[in-house]
């Protein structure tokens, strides 16, 4: 065993023990003793995001601590099921390992060159098989439900595609939003309940988040870009009134718009990329 795989495993087995003791009915913690697979899923996912936060930042002694927060996630959730009997942190890492290892055949068995874009079909049709074996016939099972909700619409959209469910280009797609920017519109002129204007605007929605995989983008990657720049460009506005001595609850829509303008030139000033 090399150094780093000594290190590694120590490290492991630390994290373990650690994670035993907070869950010690007498001597635990008592936050994590009353803890459940169930309760635990949403700091799952929010330690999850944070890691993508982390990622998008740079910083990477930032991606090294929300790694660390995100590993705990699955040794919580495996200590859990552990003392249910079911399953331990072992067998969490021998079942991804074995299908890492079934998945790359072309790496651990035949040892053949693939492209990415060949990886990518085999692995796809890898999972289908493995789905069929878990009973999951339909085209669109096993899209997580818990994903984001762009997320999951571009990815049922890419698996619908698979069998030909799809529009032949961007161009189609683009058509598309139009069609339900005016159905969503419909509802707001002819004065509809909330539920028919929420379930048109989720169309809306839907459309353009497989309008964006048709462009090669991630519509909840992008989404974050774009709330990081308003959070970004907002802070300048607020700098910008605090040097001015302007006040802006005082604000009228025209003064707003001005501000705007002047954050967005001091971003110009900063970097090429508005």
């Known amino acids: 065993m090399s150094e780093s795989d000594a290190r590694a495993a120590a490290a492991t087995t630390r994290l373990l023990e650690v994670m035993r003791r907070l869950r010690d009915p007498q001597t635990g913690c008592a936050w994590d003793r009353e803890q459940t697979l169930e309760s635990i899923v949403p700091h799952t996912l929010e330690e999850a995001h944070e890691v993508a936060e982390a990622i998008a930042s740079g910083v990477l002694p930032a991606v090294r601590d929300e790694l660390g927060d995100l590993l705990f996630q699955v040794v919580f959730l495996a200590?859990?099921?552990e003392e249910r009997g079911?399953?331990?942190?072992?067998?969490?890492?021998?079942?991804i390992t074995d299908k890492l290892v079934r998945r790359h055949p072309h790496v651990f068995a035949t040892q053949r060159d693939l492209s990415s874009a060949q990886q990518t079909v085999a692995w796809e049709a890898m999972k289908a098989e493995e789905r069929a074996e878990n009973g999951e016939s339909g085209v669109l099972d096993g899209v997580a439900r818990a994903l984001p909700a762009l997320t999951r619409a571009a990815k049922l959209g890419k698996r619908a595609g698979r069998v030909g469910f799809d529009w032949p280009d961007a161009v189609g797609v683009?058509?598309?939003?139009?069609?339900?920017?005016?159905?969503?519109?419909?509802?707001?002129?002819?004065?509809?309940?909330?539920?028919?204007?929420e379930e048109e605007f989720g169309d809306l929605m839907f459309a353009l988040a497989n309008w964006a995989?048709?462009?090669?983008i991630d519509p909840e990657g992008a989404l974050r870009g774009a709330n990081a720049k308003f959070e970004a460009r907002f802070a300048t506005m607020e700098s910008l009134a605090r040097t001015r001595g302007v006040a802006l609850a005082a604000l009228d829509l025209a003064a707003w718009e001005a501000l705007w303008q002047d954050a967005k030139q001091q971003e110009r000033k900063a970097s090429p990329i508005d």
Do not use: C
């Open 213 to 216: 995989r048709h462009q090669g």
């Open 79 to 81: 200590r859990i099921a």
């Open 86 to 95: 079911a399953f331990d942190f072992h067998d969490v890492a021998h079942a």
């Open 174 to 197: 683009r058509a598309k939003v139009d069609e339900e920017l005016a159905e969503f519109e419909a509802t707001l002129r002819d004065g509809e309940s909330q539920r028919r204007r």
